[in-house]
């Protein structure tokens, strides 16, 4: 089966830090730009970070210099390093490629499962 698997989701305090993991099934050999994004609960689905396969980065405003986005083309697997967290940054993170080379063929775009984040204390 073709899948991003994010990890290491959880219940953080306020300025405290986490670091989410995403990693593609082993029948995934090829992949082009890869993103984190947010839903809170009662909001849409945001972007809050994109690494194209270059390495370049953006970040959503309210995220920068908090968040680091990183990748391991080698792996296949994505970081996402959140620090100085807040109240706000609480929601399901998702992982997301686009442009991925699989044994099954080309797949345009792939989404995680999620992964629950809670900021409070």
């Known amino acids: 089966q073709v899948q991003l698997v994010e990890s290491g989701g959880g219940l953080v305090q306020p300025g405290g830090s986490l670091r989410l993991s995403c990693a593609a099934s082993?029948?995934?050999?090829?992949?082009?730009?890869m993103e984190w994004h947010r839903q809170a609960p009662g909001k849409e689905r945001e972007l809050v970070a994109r690494?194209?396969?270059?390495?370049?980065?953006i970040y959503a405003d309210s995220v920068k210099g908090r968040f680091t986005i990183s990748r391991d083309n080698a792996k296949k697997t994505m970081v996402l390093q959140m620090n100085s967290l807040k109240p706000e940054d609480t929601g399901v993170y998702y992982c997301?490629?686009?442009?991925?080379?699989?044994?099954?063929?080309?797949?345009?775009?792939?989404w995680g499962q999620g992964t629950q984040v809670s900021v409070s204390g």
């Open positions: 997301y490629a686009n442009r991925l080379g699989t044994n099954r063929g080309p797949v345009y775009d792939l």
């Open positions: 082993s029948n995934i050999f090829t992949i082009g730009t």
């Open positions: 690494i194209f396969s270059d390495g370049n980065k």
